[in-house]
Structures are given as structure tokens and as C-alpha cells.
């Protein structure tokens, strides 16, 4: 009998394909096999819990409400009395899972955390177009859900929006499928209903790619808005553009055409906020429902505060759509999740892109990608990716049809994942820091101590870095921010390591909430603790 690799051609690129990728960094692993909803929409809590957030009118779900909970929806084409849960929350302890209840629709809806950790959701679909909700949440072993507001609602409804926190605490609504306006929670008083954005309905198209706009608050207080190709600084309390920056190469980057965009790291002086948008859709794949048209790779790079700002442009290992960014305690960027083919929408993509790539903003260019460890299982539309406190990212949600749907080539998505980074990797366990004290608040520009032990001696500087929970939706996390603080080299003092920091200037640097603050040694973030920032 011949066992000679050259009979087995198939068995010699299995084996060499797997010693490839066992190469590669990063590891996965299995956090929950039915999370009971697809999350659509996901955050984390300063209570280490996670919210997880799909839309109502979707039919059964795989988790039930506590009995007598049920809720009647006209909209719902399957179920008009629903005892099904379409939110959950996720206990990263336990591993528990806790159903909450949602009244009105929350297909495609936007949200972001108020100063005081508290999650505001806004719009949606349907009987959802014009609600508000918060959910406040709390320890694990208490109880807590969503409540909707009765005495407010949004002037505009909103479908497919983005939020974003400001300086001041206060949150602006921006856009939504056919609503080219800003808004803010709580209402100004010193304007009548909501502002107009005509910058949003320049860049419609016929595929509306202006839809899910990506919005950062830059540290000079103006907001970058990203919408199709085509980017502005806008100045939100005198309403009106200040800047109108190059257009982005490459086709539309925005939903159904999404790539996904991410703020980079703020440090220095803080003067200085680069932005970069990488992957989409070929424009005419959402209008076509062509399901293999190649996504592109292509990322752009702007120094978004500069004068005369222009896009660096360069190529991802793969093309990717519907991928996520997520900016690590280190400040390089994830992208995962998404597919090499297709747009977003039900049925429309293909190819799954199982590899993460991890983008590293500080090497020069042609440099910057490094190609990870695959997963197994595809996340397509409809799911999220979020930085942990501990440094691992979790993935969550995928569903890529009207309804729950389990026989299809990409099945609807219960499983909840989660990838560590390569800084996870045993091999550094021995650098990674432990946050022995911290504030629990801290005020702006306040000078306090962070002391932590390490298991080696400390050699060089001991980072302090402040990364907010963000809302992540359809490939981008919205208020998404990582802040480097201003510390002093570690000083041994009684068997621990102290490091004097100052904490941000002032809420365009970082808005005022809770923030995840990690100890980074060498490229090694320590499990994170949470602290309030206030004004």
C-alpha cells in the first residue's frame, strides 16, 4: 500500500495548510454554544456583562421570556403574542445567560453609553422608528432591562443612524435611512426640533451608502462624519462644515457597501486624531444582489486634524465586507469578521473571511498588516465583534436572513466566541501586568497612581491606556475610543510598580463615562479595570 504524500496530494496541503495556520498568532475559543438571540447589536457593561440586542419582528428566538412575559407585535409576520426574548444579557464570569425584554423593534438601531454608564438605544424600524431606550445596567445577581422612554422620543426616526457621546455627555444622533438630520439626547433647547445634514443627502446614491455613517469626535471637538466616499469636519454646536476632506478612493465604504472604520489611539499632546476606513462592497453589488462579486481590500489613512489633509492609501491581505475594527488596549487595531464577496443584506454575502488580520498603525507602510489565526465559523451580517476586559475580543451574532434560519449554507449564528490576541499568548505571561490600585474615578486633567505588579522586572515604560465600550452594529462601533495617558516610567515602591499618570484634558480628548483602563507592558495589556471619568 502506498502512503507516500505524493498519492494523497489532498493530505500534504491538509497538512501543510494546518501547520500554517497553528503558525499564525492569536487563538479562539468557545464561550457559549446558544446564546439564545443573534446579536445584531452588542455592548459591555462596566459590570463585566454584555448586552446582546437583535430586532423583535424576527419570529421565534431560542431563548423565551420569564413566564408571563410575552408581548403582542402587529409587525411580526410569525408571532403576534411574542414570549420570546430578542435581547439578552451575558455574564463573562459565568458564562450565564439572562433574557431582557424589548417592546418596540430594534431592527438596525444605534445606541451608545451616557456618562453615567447607563446604554442609550435609539430608533429602529417599524413601531421602533422613533423610540428611545436605555438600559441601565447592573451587578450580575441583580435585575435589570431595558425600560423605554415615554416622555421623549426622537424628533426624526431612524433607521441605519449612528450615535456618538460629546465633550459635554450629551449624544447626537446623525442620519438614518432617508432622514438627513442631526438630533441630540437629551434635546438642545437652543434648537427647534432637528438640524439639517445636507452633506448626507450629497452623498446618496441609489444603493443609499450613505446609511450607518461613521462618526468620530475629534479632540478639537469637531466631529469627522464619513458617509459613501466622502468625509467633512462638522461643528456641531454652530451647525456647519468647517472642512470638507478628499474623497476616498476605492467605492463606497459605507452600508449596504460596508467596510469599517476606526479612530486610532490619541496620545501625545493629544493635538493629532488619524482616522482609517479599510474594505467594502464593489459599488453595484447591493443593487444587482450579486453575491460574489469581489469585496475590496483597499484601506484609507487621513491625519484628520491636519491642514491640508490627504488619504494614504494601502492594500488589506484580503478583500473583506462587513468587518469589524477593533482597537486593542495596545493601540493596533483587529479586523475580523465579514466576507471576501458580496454586500450586506439578507443573502448577499459569501466567501466568509475567517482570518483576522491585526492592523499595526505605528510600522511603516507595507508593513502594517499581519494575517491571524482563522476561525471556523463565519460571521456574515449581522455580527459584532467587542473589545473584553480582559484583552480578548468577543464575537458574537451572524444572521444573514429575514428570519432565524439554521439549514441555510450560512446558518443564523447563536454561538458566542471569543479571540485572544497573540498578547494573550502564554509565552508573555510572564510580562503581562496586574492592576494591583487605581481611582475608581478620576477627574479631567487629574494627576493619580496606577500601581501593578509584574511576574518579570519592568523594563521600560508602563503604559496607561483608557478604551471605552463602544456599540457595535453592522461593521462599525459606534463611539468607539482609546486614549494613551501621560505617565512617568514605573518606580518600584514595597514589592509593587508605581506609575504617575494624568488623566485626559477634557471631554473632546475623552468624553466623559467609564473607560477600561489597562496596564500595557511590552505590548502586554493586563486585565482592565473600570473607571469613571467626570468632568
Not at 486610532?264 to 444587482?288: N, Q, R, S, W
Not at 471569543?418 to 478620576?442: H, K, M, Q, W
Not at 468607539?480 to 512617568?488: D, F
Request: aromatic content about 10%; hydrophobic content about 40%.
Amino acid at each position: 500500500m502506498d502512503t507516500s504524500f505524493s498519492s494523497h496530494p489532498w493530505l500534504l496541503i491538509f497538512i501543510t495548510l494546518s501547520t500554517v495556520h497553528a503558525q499564525l498568532p492569536g487563538s479562539w475559543e468557545l464561550l457559549v454554544s446558544n446564546a439564545g438571540v443573534a446579536s445584531m447589536h452588542t455592548a459591555v457593561t462596566r459590570f463585566n456583562t454584555v448586552v446582546l440586542l437583535d430586532r423583535t419582528n424576527i419570529g421565534p428566538s431560542r431563548k423565551m421570556l420569564p413566564k408571563g412575559h410575552c408581548r403582542y407585535d402587529r409587525h411580526d409576520d410569525v408571532l403576534k403574542k411574542d414570549c420570546y426574548a430578542h435581547s439578552v444579557v451575558f455574564d463573562l464570569q459565568t458564562s450565564e445567560i439572562r433574557p431582557l425584554m424589548i417592546l418596540t423593534d430594534t431592527w438596525c438601531s444605534s445606541g451608545q453609553f451616557l456618562p453615567d454608564g447607563t446604554l442609550l438605544q435609539t430608533g429602529g424600524d417599524l413601531d421602533g422608528f422613533k423610540k428611545i431606550r436605555k438600559f441601565e445596567p447592573c451587578e450580575p445577581d441583580r435585575f435589570c432591562d431595558w425600560v423605554e422612554l415615554k416622555d421623549v422620543e426622537l424628533i426624526n426616526g431612524r433607521w441605519y443612524a449612528t450615535n456618538q457621546i460629546l465633550p459635554d455627555g450629551t449624544v447626537i444622533i446623525v442620519g438614518g435611512r432617508g432622514t438627513n438630520t442631526v438630533e441630540y439626547y437629551p434635546p438642545r433647547k437652543t434648537q427647534n426640533g432637528a438640524v439639517e445634514l445636507k452633506f448626507l443627502a450629497e452623498v446618496e446614491d441609489n444603493q443609499m451608502d450613505n446609511l450607518y455613517p461613521y462618526v468620530h469626535l475629534l479632540p478639537n471637538s469637531h466631529l469627522f462624519i464619513f458617509a459613501n466616499n466622502k468625509a467633512i469636519m462638522y461643528d456641531h454646536e454652530d451647525n456647519k462644515v468647517i472642512h470638507e476632506f478628499p474623497e476616498l478612493l476605492g467605492g463606497p465604504r459605507n452600508y449596504p457597501s460596508a467596510g469599517s472604520s476606526v479612530m486610532l489611539a490619541l496620545d501625545g499632546d493629544f493635538k493629532t486624531a488619524v482616522i482609517v476606513i479599510c474594505g467594502g462592497a464593489e459599488y453595484g453589488a447591493f443593487i444587482e444582489r450579486s453575491t460574489d462579486t469581489p469585496a475590496h481590500g483597499s484601506c484609507g489613512r487621513i491625519i484628520a486634524t491636519d491642514p491640508n489633509p490627504v488619504w494614504e492609501m494601502e492594500d488589506m491581505p484580503f478583500g473583506r465586507v462587513m468587518g469589524d475594527m477593533v482597537m486593542l488596549p495596545t493601540g493596533d487595531v483587529l479586523i475580523i469578521n465579514g466576507a471576501q464577496s458580496g454586500a450586506q443584506g439578507f443573502e448577499m454575502g459569501s466567501n466568509p473571511c475567517l482570518n483576522p488580520v491585526l492592523y499595526r498603525p505605528d510600522q511603516p507602510i507595507g508593513l502594517r498588516f499581519m494575517t491571524l489565526n482563522p476561525g471556523t465559523v463565519p460571521r456574515m451580517y449581522h455580527s459584532t465583534a467587542n473589545l473584553l476586559p480582559d484583552g480578548r475580543v468577543l464575537l458574537a451574532g451572524s444572521n444573514p436572513h429575514y428570519l432565524y434560519n439554521f439549514a441555510a449554507e450560512f446558518p443564523t449564528e447563536l454561538r458566542l466566541e471569543a479571540f485572544s490576541p497573540e498578547y494573550l499568548s502564554l509565552d508573555r505571561a510572564n510580562i503581562r501586568p496586574v492592576i494591583e490600585g487605581i481611582p475608581e474615578t478620576v477627574r479631567y486633567g487629574e494627576a493619580f497612581d496606577v500601581f501593578v505588579t509584574v511576574p518579570l522586572p519592568v523594563v521600560g515604560v508602563v503604559e496607561v491606556n483608557f478604551g471605552n465600550a463602544p456599540f457595535a452594529t453592522h461593521s462599525f462601533s459606534q463611539g468607539q475610543r482609546l486614549v494613551k495617558l501621560t505617565v512617568t516610567p514605573s518606580v518600584p515602591v514595597d514589592g509593587r510598580y508605581r506609575i504617575k499618570c494624568t488623566a485626559p484634558p477634557n471631554g473632546a480628548v475623552a468624553p466623559p463615562g467609564y473607560y477600561m483602563a489597562f496596564a500595557v507592558n511590552q505590548g502586554v495589556p493586563s486585565v482592565a479595570r473600570w473607571v469613571h471619568l467626570v468632568p
